[in-house]
Structures are given as C-alpha cells and as structure tokens.
C-alpha cells in the first residue's frame, strides 16, 4: 500500500512537471505571438512599473530584506546541524547583508545618479530590457526542463544535454514563428542569448540539486 502510494506521488510529480514544461513554453510562444506594437506597449508598462519600485527602492529593499531574513531563519531552525555551525551561517548571513547595503549605498547609487540612467531614452532601455527578459524567462524554461528530466529519472549530463538541446530547438521554433509576426523579426542573437539563459537555469538547478543532496548526506541519523 505504502509503495503504491509513492508511486503514485512520483507519478503525479512527474505528469506536473511536465506540465509546467508545456505550460510555459506556451508562455513564450504567447509573447512571441504579440505584435511588435503590442509587444513594446508591454514592456513600456513593465518599464515604468520599474521605475516606480526603483523610485520606493529604500522601502522595497528593507521589505526584501525583512521577508529574505526570516525565510533564512526558518531554514536555519530546521536544518539538522551543530549549533556553531548555525551560528557560523547566521554570522555570514549578517555579513554579506551588511556587503550589499555597503555596494549599493556608496558604489551603485552614487553612479546610477552619475550616469543619469532613469532620464535615458526609453526606448534604449526599452532593448535592454527585452534581451534581459529572453534571458530570464528561458533560464525559468531551462529550470523547468531539468526538473523534469530529474524527476523522470535522467540525470546528470545526460539531462543537461537534452535540456541545452530542446531549450536551443525551441529558441530556434520561437524565433522562426516570430518571423511572420506583423512587425516582429527573427534574430539569431536571441538564440544565442536564449540558450545562454537555459543554459544558465539548468547549471543553476543542478547545483541546487547537488547541494541539498549534500546537506542531506551531512545530517546526522537518529
């Protein structure tokens, strides 16, 4: 009955990731089916979304911190470690937090008010913003892909290889289905740049993988 059970639950795990798979690959082919006018329109909004949160970016940042802060400490309740090795985590924790208020205020600040890049055309961040977002929504599908590769019980290079593959056949598809997108066209860079993302999602999810396999290697049995 027990292993009925979980077999039915890896069964179910597998169907959803897959799932996820599809659905967003639906995701992109629907932003890739959007006009060009449509399309910019999008990214102006998100745009100016932006710059509403950069222009609060003081309140946002401490509203991250405090959510971020406490998701460690739960994190570091649960695990199953030596006291003074939470403490140790705990310590670096504070340091690198205390890091990245030292970065932003006196080295990131400083020169986005030098550079004036809020007052920029906005149809120059308009590109940039677009490149980034073809980066970071195929490192969600690269993700997506190794998850259920693993879950399906292909792992290692070999999950790799085929996630890299149908992530940079799938860059290939949306790039040739917005070529007779009214006002769109087919660019080989985004490949390159969609790819890279998978790429990046995929090493990403399999060091992530790799370390809580680690961490569960390391507590102690009771």
Known sequence: MA????????????????LMVIFWMGVIFWFSSQPAQDSARLSIGVMR?????????QLVGIIAFVIFYHLFLVWLVKIQSHVLLKVLLFAVFLALSAVIVYVLYTM??????????????????????????????????????MNALTLSNIRGWKAFGIAVVVSF???????????????RTALFLDVVIDTAGASVGI?????????????????PRT
């Open 169 to 183: 056949l799938y860059a290939v598809s949306d790039e040739f289905h917005q070529y007779f997108v009214p006002g």
């Open 3 to 18: 292993n009925n059970r979980q077999l039915f639950k890896l069964r179910l795990a597998q169907v959803l990731s897959w």
């Open 108 to 145: 990131v600040r400083p020169r986005i008010g030098a550079f004036g890049i809020f007052e920029m055309n906005r149809w120059v961040i308009h590109l940039y913003l677009r490149k980034y977002a073809h980066f970071i929504v195929y490192l969600f599908l690269g993700s997506f892909l």
């Open 203 to 219: 090493a990403l999810y399999g060091a992530s993988n790799a370390l809580m396999k680690l961490i569960r290697k390391k507590r």
């Open 49 to 57: 979304l932006g710059g509403e949160v950069i222009s609060n970016w």
